[in-house]
């Protein structure tokens, strides 16, 4: 199964399924969709409703990972389940930070 990102010269592509109103924030692993694709899935516990969800997916990747809020961006879906998000930084470095965090699920 390949990763649900992809190494760029500006930082990690993420694929993400955000859960809204998830009951609790948090990294639940990686999920393989019905067409072969790998995504990142994400919980929150806010509804998708003004940005919310989007912006808790945000906060809670740039905590997770260590990073500032400002090198974590939504660059598509904003108003979709499946999401892909920018993480800015060296790319190398957030694919170790990420397999860690999933490898504790």
Known sequence: ???PWSLGPDGLRLAVRL???????????????????AVLKVRVRVAPTEGEANAALIALLARELDLPRS????VAGATA?????????EASGLTTRLEAKIARR
């Open 19 to 37: 859960t809204p109103r998830g009951g609790r924030d948090a990294i639940d692993g990686i999920e393989t969709l019905a067409d072969g694709r």
């Open 71 to 74: 090198a974590v961006a939504l």
């Open 1 to 3: 199964m390949s990763p």
């Open 81 to 89: 389940r499946l999401k892909t998000v920018l993480l800015t930084g």
